[in-house]
């Protein structure tokens, strides 16, 4: 397992709000608990609101949510894209645009939500490349909402889905789906899209393809 592949998999584990040692994620994953100690750092410089320290375990917070924003759809898909894009970006006109604008969010997170957030945008290498998957935020919202069928291509492989669900934890937006292509349902950061386009064909809920269904099953990737 490559580095990113383990840092998304201590995320997923540790979503559970439980305490977690770095003894039993080292054992689980393979590595060295010394790697643990640094995973737990990256995330941490990253933004995942990480508790705990080395010989007692981690956790992490509870999410962060903001206020009431009078902003439309439209303008809030905006403004990730932007600000996960431009954020760590060396262009000239934009990148001092959102870090402004990034300032003007954070201002108005809770202050007793634990660890604070690093400024939005991606704090390390680790997680640079999830800023690509933002272009396929608009169409993947839109199908949830119309209920329409997608196929997405995930690693080179493609995949005819059924879009449920999209959540935002630690730096990273995920997509929860129902494959019609495996009969499973699929969880995956949308940095993994490769390709994705509607096909023709709305869905309904069907016993055992619901998000109600994903999250009754325990699964959190």
């Not at 690509?132 to 119309?146: L, S």
């Amino acid at each position: 397992m490559n580095r990113k592949k383990r840092l998304y998999a201590l995320m997923d584990r540790l979503r559970d709000g439980q305490l977690h040692t770095a003894e039993s994620m080292a054992q689980d994953l393979g590595v060295s608990i010394r790697t643990i100690y640094r995973d737990m750092e990256v995330l941490a410089a990253s933004g995942v609101p990480v508790e705990g320290a080395r010989g007692y375990g981690y956790t992490v917070a509870a999410a962060i949510t903001l206020p009431p924003l009078n902003l439309t759809e439209a303008e809030l898909d905006a403004l990730h894209v932007a600000l996960a894009a431009l954020g760590a970006s060396t262009l000239e006109d934009h990148a001092p645009a959102a870090r402004s604008l990034a300032a003007k969010i954070d201002a108005v997170l809770p202050e007793d939500a634990g660890v604070r957030a690093a400024p939005f945008g991606f704090a390390t290498d680790a997680f640079a490349e999830a800023a690509r998957g933002f272009a396929h935020m608009p169409t993947m919202r839109a199908a949830i909402r119309a209920r329409q069928k997608l196929r997405v291509t995930l690693d080179g492989r493609d995949h005819v889905i059924r879009p449920l669900h999209i959540d935002y934890w630690g730096r990273v937006w995920r997509a929860v789906a129902w494959s019609e292509t495996d009969g499973d349902f699929l969880a995956f950061p949308l940095e993994r899209i490769t390709a994705l386009r509607p096909v023709p064909g709305l869905f309904v809920d069907q016993p055992g393809k619901t998000l109600a269904d994903w999250h009754a099953s325990g699964r959190r990737g």
